[in-house]
């Protein structure tokens, strides 16, 4: 599967699978899932605001109506050339079928149409799954950072040039 866009994957042939831009009150039904899908408290770093002010730039996935992913994805509007994913997640069931890649393969080819040539984010150093998800879809892995969000918050942070 090629790690840069374009490629078709399971989650992207199943029938019922949709994904389409996010909207401000789909934030009521991703707050909701969000600890059950990471397995710990998670939801205080999902405020609404990022439903409110990047919807147009965040994806939701639908499995025959019900929820079955997301991402929130924000352009820089500080840095022109980067783009940073702030928080994915697909239903404990969807896991392994591609959705996860989709999801950010979109966002890609959004960053890209949009000029962007980077992408950022980050994760906790306890989640080994999203660690190695990343280095999947082809980020470089600095880390832990110590006290990258704060004191005694460190953090391992991703980065991915985006070519055209
Ligand atoms: C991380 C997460 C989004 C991955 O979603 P997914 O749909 O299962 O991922 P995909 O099936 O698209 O996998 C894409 C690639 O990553 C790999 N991968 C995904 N999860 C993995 C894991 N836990 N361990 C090892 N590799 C993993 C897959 O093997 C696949 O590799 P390939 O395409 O080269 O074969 C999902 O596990 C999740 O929602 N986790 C809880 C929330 C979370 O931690 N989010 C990230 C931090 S914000």
Do not use: C
Request: neutral net charge; without cysteine; aromatic residues 10%.
């Amino acid at each position: 599967m090629g790690a840069d866009g374009g490629g078709q994957t399971r989650a992207g042939m199943i029938s019922g699978m949709e994904i389409r831009p996010a909207r401000p009150e789909d934030y009521d039904s991703v707050v909701a899932v969000v600890d059950d899908w990471w397995g710990r408290p998670i939801a205080g770093v999902l405020p609404r605001l990022f439903f409110d002010h990047f919807h147009r730039t965040s994806l939701i996935a639908t499995m025959d109506g019900t929820l079955a992913g997301f991402l929130v994805g924000i352009l820089s509007p500080s840095e022109p050339a980067e783009a940073y994913i702030h928080f994915v997640g697909v239903a404990p069931a969807a896991r392994g079928t591609g959705l996860g890649r989709v999801l950010y393969e979109r966002f890609f080819d959004l960053a890209r149409a949009d000029g962007r040539t980077r992408i950022g984010a980050i994760t906790s150093p306890v989640n080994a799954g999203s660690i190695a998800f990343h280095q999947r879809m082809g980020f470089a892995v600095r880390g832990p950072v110590e006290a990258y969000d704060g004191p005694g918050k460190d953090m391992m942070v991703f980065s991915r040039p985006l070519s055209r």
